[in-house]
T-cell receptor
């Protein structure tokens, strides 16, 4: 069974600080996605990484896929209150249409 | 604009009731999914459908069934609701099978409370 573990589970930081969220597995994934979910809404895709070692940037967010395609990280620079939400990583499992989700990291950015 | 809608945002039901959760997508997507989301457990797949009238069990299908009579509509049925089915239910759709870059588009969720 493929599992994804996210850390930390909760993060409360001051506006302007930097943070990193980790997504780890003992399994290899063909691709990995990051979603953000705001209160009362469904998750929204932020990025998909496919190649081992790949780095993608989305404004102040930097996503990295591990060389062995078993782990990923999300780094936010100069966090803003609008970054508050639940961040979920999801890996494409044995069946490409089935995603395996991590347990999520709940981020609160205080003004 | 891509849209997945769910019939209710909040539902309160009694133990033993039959519950229907409806999901509609307007993107002509082949795949549709039902997840439940519980704190600390992430999203767990209940059922998915890759075509009309086709369905496959996900990781936690017990106590649930599904129906997909039309391409745009995917229903989740709780035959006899129990308190351990209190949860947030999320519907999603994606374009087609086979793409590792597939995006799943989610509805806003239905928060179900079973008393």
């Amino acid at each position: 069974t493929q599992l994804l573990e996210q850390s930390p589970q909760f993060l409360s930081i001051q506006e302007g600080e930097n943070l990193t969220v980790y997504c780890n597995s003992s399994s290899v994934f063909s691709s990995l996605q990051w979603y953000r979910q705001e209160p009362g809404e469904g998750p929204v895709l932020l990025v998909t990484v496919v190649t081992g070692g790949e780095v993608k940037k989305l404004k102040r967010l930097t996503f990295q896929f591990g060389d062995a395609r078993k782990d990923s990280s999300l780094h936010i620079t100069a966090a803003q209150p609008g970054d508050t939400g639940l961040y979920l990583c999801a890996g494409a499992g044995d069946s490409s249409y089935k995603l395996i989700f991590g347990s999520g990291t709940r981020l609160l950015v205080r003004p | 604009d891509v849209k997945v809608t769910q019939s209710s945002r909040y539902l309160v039901k009694r133990t033993g009731e039959k519950v229907f959760l409806e999901c509609v997508q307007d993107m002509d997507h082949e795949n549709m999914f039902w997840y439940r989301q519980d704190p600390g457990l992430g999203l767990r797949l209940i059922y998915f459908s890759y075509d009309v009238k086709m369905k496959e069990k996900g990781d936690i299908p017990e106590g649930y069934s599904v129906s997909r009579e039309k391409k745009e509509r995917f229903s989740l049925i709780l035959e006899s609701a129990s308190t351990n089915q209190t949860s947030m239910y999320l519907c999603a759709s994606s374009l087609s099978i086979g793409g590792i870059r597939e995006t799943q588009y989610f509805g806003p969720g239905t928060r179900l409370l079973v008393l």
